[in-house]
């Protein structure tokens, strides 16, 4: 889906600011700010532990000049939505971190306002990616129970507009731009007609949905190095443009071989974090300043990646990762598809992940269409390198192949041009897991120092140097990215002795893993878990959230940070 436009031929306007807010539809006797979680707002328990549907009203001002298609375009709901403008529905969507527009055209006229209401609707069963469970308590109130180990947020997370765009209209194009310089295209439109198309920089036309351009010397999208092209679509009707649009690129390639992940046939070694959209107040709702001070501190730490952990992330952080040269793991919302972890860690039933009351063929069909959604939304960007299509699902589970082998397939299918990969739970080890050899990298989370071997550094490593070598023995010469290694740590908590949860330990722990990296040629990056302290659904598990950031959830940092720092600022590719 291509994101709203503001050009020659479209029109948008942002629906930011307050709405009425109602917890039953009727009575709207609060307001609520757009984007933003609902849950740390208010100061009232019953809206933060409310289960089930939250209402938000508006009367919306459709300006004169809107003429063509008139819709309305979400950034996210998490996670159901169900939109009606003047009492009429006209869309729902499934899903809490990728876009959806509905069309409004018949229902509104233009230079008048029209009322919305869009219902929220927080509630996961297992056909939802993330899965979870709703269940009633004694007192009859209803209790959402979810297997992800992070606070299930909810809201109007990005932000929402209304779109004005001609009947006749660019749909999507897909751009694939390698090192050669040649920018291949190809432009899907509502009703057909001709095509033109220019590489603006490049000053190179041509025409026809379908084609290549090519451009003289160009500057490669890299690492660090955020070089840009536009590429401009027009449709048009013998002298006039009916409709233009504008969609950035990058010539660059990513490629595996053996052991080494290649940008632009140079290796890679990625060094940053797992993520979340998390802060205070906020919740996961974007907000450019909070997003602009985490890449800041990425940038003044050494990190040249990130994972987007455990969801797709707001459209405004891919295009400053885009336009600074950061790398990105693009990953799935699908996190929680284990519950054996869950039962352990996170205090919910323990079942058999794979079956009819669980991970069945409904979530299985969910889970295709987030992977085709997030792939149609990200395909064009040079700074997605490779897809992540799970975290921690159990593999142990023979049943897990049938789930994800067309998974597997679908991904490459939408995209032939990236590797794919799932992120391995630490429970399904080399020797148990059955579908690393669907994917081209190997990407793992462990916790050796922590979970496991706690507070016993030497044992750690021997174990977790052992654990490399048989992945390596099991699938041969596959690249490894450490995806996730870390420690709770309480930040201003000091020992003499590397005790469990102090900043001590925490660098202690950090330079026992980053001496088994070093030693271990295929291990080809290091994502520390986490980028920053982040809340986390309420149990005996967590004290006011994980603790294992390098910054806390106010960006402080942490004794770790300035280690990872003198690591990554001095570590060369």
């Known amino acids: 889906m291509l ?143 979810y297997m992800h180990d992070f606070y299930n947020y909810s809201g109007i997370h990005r932000t929402m507009y209304l779109v004005n765009k001609p009947r006749r209209h660019v749909c999507d194009v897909r751009i694939v731009a390698g090192m050669d310089g040649v ?11 001709e095509v033109r198309v220019t590489v603006v920089e490049g000053e190179v036309s041509g025409t026809g949905e379908k084609g290549a351009l090519s451009v ?15 590429l401009l679509i027009e449709l048009v009707d013998g002298d006039s443009v009916v409709d233009c649009y504008r969609e950035q690129f990058g010539f660059r390639t990513v490629e595996i071989s053996g052991h080494h992940f290649l940008i632009n046939g140079k290796p890679f070694y990625f060094t940053g974090f797992g993520m979340h959209e998390d802060h205070e107040t906020l919740g ?39 336009r600074h040269g950061i790398v990105v793991i693009d990953e799935t919302p699908a996190v929680g598809l284990n519950t054996s972890v869950a039962g352990g860690i996170l205090g919910s039933a323990v079942q058999k992940t794979y079956g009819p009351d669980s991970v069945n063929e409904h979530t299985q069909t969910h889970h295709a269409d987030t992977i085709r959604d997030l792939i149609a939304r990200d395909k064009n960007r040079p700074s997605v390198v490779l897809w992540s299509i799970a975290n921690e699902p159990d593999t142990t589970d023979p049943d897990s192949r049938a789930y994800f082998e067309p998974l597997a397939k679908l991904a490459r299918d939408c995209d032939p041009t990236r590797p794919i990969g799932y992120v391995n739970v630490m429970t399904s080890p080399y020797d148990k897991c059955h579908i690393t050899d669907l994917f081209d990298v190997m990407m793992i989370n462990r916790y050796y120092g922590w979970y496991v071997d706690a507070g016993d550094l030497p044992t750690a490593k021997i174990h977790f140097r052992e654990e490399l070598d048989g992945w390596i023995n099991r699938f041969g010469d596959k690249p ?48 520390m878990w986490n980028f920053a302290d982040f809340q986390t659904k309420p149990g005996f598990a967590r004290v006011d959230g994980n ?22 600022t001095h570590r060369e590719n």
């Open 284 to 322: 996961k709702a974007h907000n450019d300043v909070s997003m602009q001070r985490d890449m800041e501190l990425l940038d003044w730490i050494g990190a040249n990646s990130l994972r987007t952990s455990h969801y797709p992330y707001a459209e405004e952080w891919m295009d400053y990762c885009d």
């Open 183 to 193: 920018c291949h295209y190809e432009v899907r439109q509502s009703e057909p007609g």
């Open 547 to 568: 603790k294992k950031g390098a910054f806390t959830r106010d960006r402080r940092p942490k004794a770790a940070a300035r280690y990872l720092r003198d690591r990554w």
């Open 3 to 145: 994101r709203p436009q503001l050009n020659e031929t479209r029109e948008l306007q942002p629906l930011d600011g307050f709405w009425q807010f109602s917890l039953d539809g009727e009575t709207y006797d609060r307001e609520m700010a757009v984007p933003g979680s609902v849950n740390d707002v208010f100061a009232d328990c019953e809206v933060r532990d409310h289960v089930g549907v939250y209402y938000y009203k508006r009367d919306v001002f459709v300006p004169q000049s809107y003429t063509g298609l008139v819709s309305l375009r979400f950034g996210s709901v998490t996670h159901h939505a169900v939109v009606k403008v003047n009492g009429t529905e006209v869309g729902r969507h499934k899903g809490g971190y990728l876009p959806f527009e509905c069309d409004i055209t018949d229902l509104v006229t233009p230079g008048t306002s029209c009322e919305v209401i869009v219902e929220v609707d927080n509630r996961l069963d297992m056909t939802c990616i993330p899965p979870g469970k709703v269940v009633t308590a004694p007192d009859g109130t209803l209790r959402q129970e």
């Open 216 to 230: 003289d010397k160009p500057r490669l999208w890299a690492p660090g190095d955020g070089n840009l092209y536009t």
């Open 480 to 527: 490894i990215i450490i995806t996730e290694y870390g420690a709770d740590t309480v930040a201003g908590l000091h020992s003499l002795y590397n005790s469990l949860f102090t900043e001590d330990y925490q660098v202690a722990y950090l330079e026992a893993n980053s001496e088994v990296f070093d030693e271990c040629d295929n291990v080809i990056g290091e994502h």
